[in-house]
């Protein structure tokens, strides 16, 4: 089974810190998604990779940044954390052309206080 | 705008077969639509996928229409374990890749 996994099931840290979510999966996905996901709005696409070292934003990408190193592994990172970035972030990859099954990860719930 | 919209909720009961309409008048000549069930504190699973007519597999159906602006998830049978939110998601496959998403279906199965 493909695996995705996520550094943090929560995390809650301060205005203005720096903060890092990491993603890991399991089964040499090339393209690597983050979202946000709130009530009400469904998921929203922050940043997605389709090869190591390629990002490209999606459609809320202000405030947030992104890393792939390494083709296991997609970061995503908040500069300095504001509270409108309290959310849920979900992490998925998939595989060949992008209409292609996305795996998601469990989902990390963060909150900035 | 290309967007997808789908009913906020729905409710249904055991053994009864459920559809969820989604609506993508905007649709593009190579979008695909795509299908996923959402269960609480995890992240969404792949149901089904199709670009036209009738797509099938183990445990959903999907139903496209021939203009395509519309697309109708349909679950036979439903079980208590079906109590989930249903996405629906529109894959643009063309020099601007885009995954439009609905607002999600909050599906409760009752007994």
């Known amino acids: 089974d493909v695996k995705v996994t996520q550094s943090s099931r929560y995390l809650v840290k301060r205005t203005g810190e720096k903060v890092f979510l990491e993603c890991v999966q399991d089964m040499d996905h090339e393209n690597m998604f983050w979202y946000r996901q709130d009530p009400g709005l469904g998921l929203r696409l922050i940043y997605f990779?389709?090869?190591?070292?390629?990002?490209e934003k999606g459609d809320i990408p202000e405030g947030y940044s992104v890393s792939r190193e390494k083709k296991e592994r997609f970061s995503l990172i908040l500069e300095s954390a504001s509270t409108n970035q309290t959310s849920m972030y979900l992490c998925a990859s998939s595989t060949g052309q992008g209409a292609n099954e996305q795996y998601f990860g469990p989902g990390t719930r963060l909150t900035v206080t | 705008l290309a967007k997808t919209t789908q009913p906020i909720s729905m409710d249904s009961y055991e053994g009864q077969e459920v559809n969820i309409t989604c609506s993508h008048n905007?649709?593009?000549?190579?979008?695909?639509i795509t299908w996923y069930q959402q269960f609480p504190s995890q992240g969404p699973r792949f149901i089904i996928q199709g670009y036209k007519t009738k797509v099938t597999n183990e445990v959903a159906s999907l139903f496209i229409p021939a203009d395509r602006k519309s697309s109708t998830l349909s679950l036979p049978r439903v079980s208590l374990s079906d109590t989930a939110v249903y996405y629906c998601l529109v894959v643009r496959m063309d020099s601007n890749y885009q995954l439009i998403w609905g607002a999600g279906t909050k599906l409760i199965i009752k007994p």
């Open positions: 905007n649709i593009a000549t190579n979008d695909y």
């Open positions: 990779s389709y090869d190591v070292k390629m990002k």
